[in-house]
């Protein structure tokens, strides 16, 4: 089973306004952090926003924000103001807790956010 | 946040001959870092986990022999991709934590390395 779904290839928005990128994801563990990843065409992969399972207050950093739905396992990302300079893909990504061992992050398949003048 | 470095950002080679890209963290020690592959318009896909002292550890599928992976110091890690072929051309990308880290804290990634095998 796929441990981070993003349904949405691409999504276009309006400049100035809010998108909503959707992402559930799927573990047993009751420790583990999302992440969010914005990806350029220059390929590099730059951290957005976090969410721990145990934290209780929806993640805000900037104009993003995580709405954080634990019973739904769900982990969306909301760009508010949107700007040109958004558009990129976008991948939704968590790590599991497994005490001291190594832990690597498992990605989405992404989603293109077009932001349109 | 803690800057990891990846060089060369870019690289064009024979088929036939090996690259080595390195992933170094400049502000940070790095117990563990990890070596990722991204096809065009695909998602990362972990290749190995690489710690300090240690073999890497790779994932199914990937060929240890092909892929060397060596994490000599808390502050470097290399890949080299050997007897590169046109099959191998993709993006890579490391990624690397710290000593302490939290699990659940954030990973910091090179800028990734574009390889191009002719």
């Known amino acids: 089973a796929q441990k981070i779904t993003q349904t949405q290839p691409g999504m276009f928005v309006q400049e100035k306004e809010a998108v909503t990128l959707d992402c559930t994801y799927d573990?047993?563990?009751?420790?583990?952090?999302l992440f969010w990843y914005k990806q350029p065409s220059s390929g590099e992969m730059i951290f957005l926003i976090y969410q721990g399972s145990y934290d209780e207050q929806n993640a805000t950093e900037g104009r993003y924000s995580l709405n954080f739905q634990k019973a739904r396992k769900s982990a969306n990302l909301v760009i508010s103001a949107s700007q040109l300079g958004d558009s990129a893909m976008y991948f939704c990504a968590m790590r599991e807790g497994r005490g001291s061992g190594a832990n690597n992050l498992f990605f989405g398949t992404g989603t293109r956010l077009t932001v349109i003048p | 946040g803690a800057v990891v470095s990846q060089h060369p950002s870019r690289v064009i080679c024979k088929s036939g001959t090996s690259v080595k890209i390195e992933c170094r963290s400049l502000?940070?020690?790095?117990?563990?870092m990890f070596w990722y592959r991204q096809f065009p318009k695909q998602s990362l896909m972990l290749m190995a986990t690489s710690n300090e002292g240690s073999k890497a550890t790779y994932e199914q599928g990937v060929e240890k022999d092909k892929f060397l992976i060596n994490h000599a110091s808390l502050t470097l890690s290399t890949l080299t991709v050997t007897s590169a072929h046109p099959e191998d051309s993709s993006f890579y990308i490391c990624?690397?934590?710290?000593?302490?880290?939290?699990?659940?804290?954030?990973?910091?990634f090179g800028q990734g390395t574009r390889l191009t095998v002719v």
């Open positions: 990624s690397a934590r710290g000593v302490g880290d939290n699990p659940n804290t954030e990973a910091f």
């Open positions: 502000d940070f020690q790095a117990t563990t």
């Open positions: 573990t047993s563990d009751q420790s583990y952090g």
